[in-house]
């Protein structure tokens, strides 16, 4: 356990440990966010980019708009058996601005998280990339649905989206 301590604080890191008689031991390490890396999909709503971390992504498709129906005031597709509720990118952050020209499909990202799935409605699907996260910094701080950013080859920031946040948010 030493060497892992060790290791662990050189790199910026904390372990706490917590431990309880008769209960167990709980071991927490922290690592610093800017040596975490994620592979993601880059996703484009109202101008914007985001990722999307693969490891939630169930699987990309073009949606007829006709297959989509209300369920109780939300809007739902069916994905073979599974009733899945819809999130629109841009309305989940309450961001206006040019979206992409209406057409009859849409672009959706199936996500799941769990058992629960949502599908992420897009202006486009770009390309994956591994990126590496950023916090968000004191000055923002925490930001409903985002869990940090990353910046791009061409310098633009990407938000990382929190798959968790959304996929509850949708089910609600």
């Given at each position: 356990m030493d060497v892992v301590k060790t290791n662990v604080t050189a790199i910026g890191g904390s372990i706490n440990i917590d431990s309880e008689k008769?209960?167990?031991?709980?071991?927490?390490?922290?690592?610093?966010?800017?040596?975490?890396?994620?592979?993601?999909?880059?996703?484009?709503?109202?101008?914007?980019?985001?990722?999307?971390?693969?490891?939630?992504?169930?699987?990309?498709?073009?949606?007829?708009?006709?297959?989509?129906?209300?369920?109780?005031?939300?809007?739902?597709?069916?994905?073979?058996?599974?009733?899945?509720?819809?999130?629109?990118?841009?309305?989940s952050f309450n961001i206006t601005g040019k979206m992409q020209d209406k057409s009859e499909e849409l672009n959706v990202v199936v996500i799941r998280v769990g058992d629960k799935y949502s599908g992420l409605v897009v202006d486009a699907v770009l390309e994956p990339q591994e990126s590496v996260v950023k916090s968000l910094g004191k000055y923002i701080g925490s930001v409903r649905g985002i869990s940090g950013a990353t910046i791009m080859g061409d310098g633009q920031v990407a938000l990382i989206i929190d798959t968790v946040t959304i996929v509850k948010e949708s089910q609600n």
């Open positions: 008769g209960t167990g031991t709980r071991f927490m390490i922290r690592l610093p966010l800017t040596l975490a890396t994620i592979d993601g999909i880059l996703v484009k709503s109202c101008g914007l980019i985001y990722v999307i971390p693969i490891s939630a992504i169930v699987e990309i498709l073009r949606l007829d708009e006709n297959l989509i129906d209300q369920v109780m005031g939300r809007e739902v597709f069916k994905l073979r058996d599974i009733v899945v509720p819809i999130a629109r990118l841009n309305e």
